[in-house]
């Protein structure tokens, strides 16, 4: 009942989600009250991260299980791939809207939603650079039935320094030879195709040195490492990839030679906000999992909440997340409107991945003795919060966007 429920809300809410058909307040202007359409698609995501995830999460976190039927009821429901475009058989939802249902199912798990919104970071390329042909063949089929993808840039030796990437290309007629291992890749081991950065040109800069390619999972010559046992969100499948002379048709090759730096590069606009949104919403389960401990939980004869020590911790949390949210919905709105959200993207990543981590250990730190034990939710929270401030850019790469749009300006106006 709960799945044909919400299904129905959900395709009844698609066509006006987007941030441009979607105003809030006067034309295009972002502002702060949510149309119904965007609260119907909140709650949805809402309901199921509270229904399905949260019920789910503690096995998944405890043996490391990847989430099929978890995944599956959410594709079902439309909450996966919200930003495949409609003509491609998504919802084609802006970066806004799809922050909204992202924070709702980090509400539930991060790994269940990292595990989610790994596709999107996969497909980001291509929406961005694809050819019609290879949008219809590799997102259509997204929406034709719930298959994963994964994202294959980081490598051992290069994680935030993406210009040291060693993967090669080498063009062979028609096909292209690919070898090189890639590590720390998300849905590495479910996958059904991979966006793929490798390095065709050794002598060129970084901004020309590497092209895009979409590549098969079943391709010969891959070879899938196990899944790594991290500290947190292990709901999710984090494993190496190595190519060794995987041959891939140029017809797979995403956009023009030498221009797979720039493609990589800029998914993040699109994705950095929807990671930082994820933070906001484990962030605001810390703080909702804490008010409610500090009301129930009493000593020196009144609810720990009226003690101001705890009381300003919870306020602290609050006022970090509201910030947090209002980058993610900045950012995001930004991107929505075609103009440039780089600095911003960054800024809200950055805050948002800090604020979780904070929110979680002041969780951990108001449950006491209770919050370092594994049969309460706090300190999945305060594992779970970590890996935000180094996947999709460390927040020190974060800093490092950031200072340099802060100097570029302070240039402009000398």
């Known amino acids: 009942?709960?799945?044909?429920?919400?299904?129905?809300t959900v395709r009844r809410c698609t066509r006006a989600f987007t941030t441009t058909n979607a105003p809030r307040g006067t034309g295009s202007a972002l502002g702060f009250q949510l149309n119904e359409d965007q609260l119907s698609i909140q709650e949805t995501a809402r309901?199921?991260?509270r229904d399905v995830i949260i019920p789910a999460a503690p096995h998944h976190d405890k043996t490391g299980?990847?989430?099929?039927d978890v995944i599956k009821q959410a594709w079902e429901l439309g909450l996966v791939n919200t930003h495949i475009p409609t003509?491609?058989?998504g919802l084609g939802l802006g970066v806004f809207d799809a922050s909204l249902v992202s924070e709702q199912l980090a509400y539930g798990c991060t790994g269940i939603q990292t595990a989610i919104e790994a596709n999107g970071l996969a497909e980001a390329p291509v929406i961005l650079a694809g050819s019609d042909a290879q949008k219809k063949k590799y997102l259509g089929r997204m929406s034709e039935e719930p298959l994963m993808a994964a994202y294959c840039v980081t490598e051992p030796g290069a994680g935030s320094d993406v210009a040291g990437a060693k993967t090669t290309a080498v063009k062979k007629g028609d096909k292209w030879v690919v070898n090189g291992q890639k590590m720390w890749i998300t849905n590495g081991g479910k996958a059904n195709w991979y966006f793929l950065l490798a390095k065709t040109d050794s002598s060129a800069s970084a901004g020309k040195a590497f092209t895009g390619f979409i590549v098969d999972a079943n391709t010969p010559g891959i070879t899938v490492g196990r899944k790594e046992w991290n500290m947190g969100q292990r709901a999710s499948d984090t494993r190496g990839i190595t190519f060794e002379d995987v041959e891939i048709p140029d017809e797979n090759r995403l956009g023009e030679v030498g221009q797979g730096f720039k493609i990589a590069m800029g998914a993040f606009d699109i994705t950095r906000p929807l990671v930082a949104s994820s933070a906001v919403g484990l962030a605001q389960r810390a703080m909702d999992e804490a008010s409610k401990y500090a009301l129930e939980r009493k000593t020196m004869g009144k609810p720990i909440i009226e003690h101001q020590a705890v009381a300003f911790m919870l306020a602290d949390m609050a006022i970090q997340i509201e910030a947090s949210r209002m980058m993610v919905w900045r950012a995001g709105w930004l991107r929505d409107q075609n103009q440039r959200n780089t600095y911003y993207a960054s800024i809200a990543k950055a805050l948002a991945s800090e604020t979780a981590n904070k929110c979680a250990s002041d969780a951990v730190q108001i449950f006491g003795g209770n919050g370092f034990n594994s049969e309460y939710p706090v300190?999945?929270?305060?594992?779970?919060?970590k890996i935000y401030m180094i996947y999709e850019g460390t927040s020190q790469i974060q800093r490092l966007i950031i200072s340099r749009a802060v100097a570029d300006a302070a240039k402009q106006n000398l």
Do not use: H, I, N, W
């Not at 009942?1 to 129905?8: G, H």
């Not at 299980?65 to 099929?68: A, G, Q």
């Open 47 to 49: 309901q199921f991260a």
């Open 1 to 8: 009942m709960l799945r044909s429920t919400l299904a129905s």
């Open 87 to 89: 003509e491609y058989g």
């Open 65 to 68: 299980e990847y989430p099929v």
């Open 379 to 385: 300190e999945k929270l305060m594992r779970d919060a």
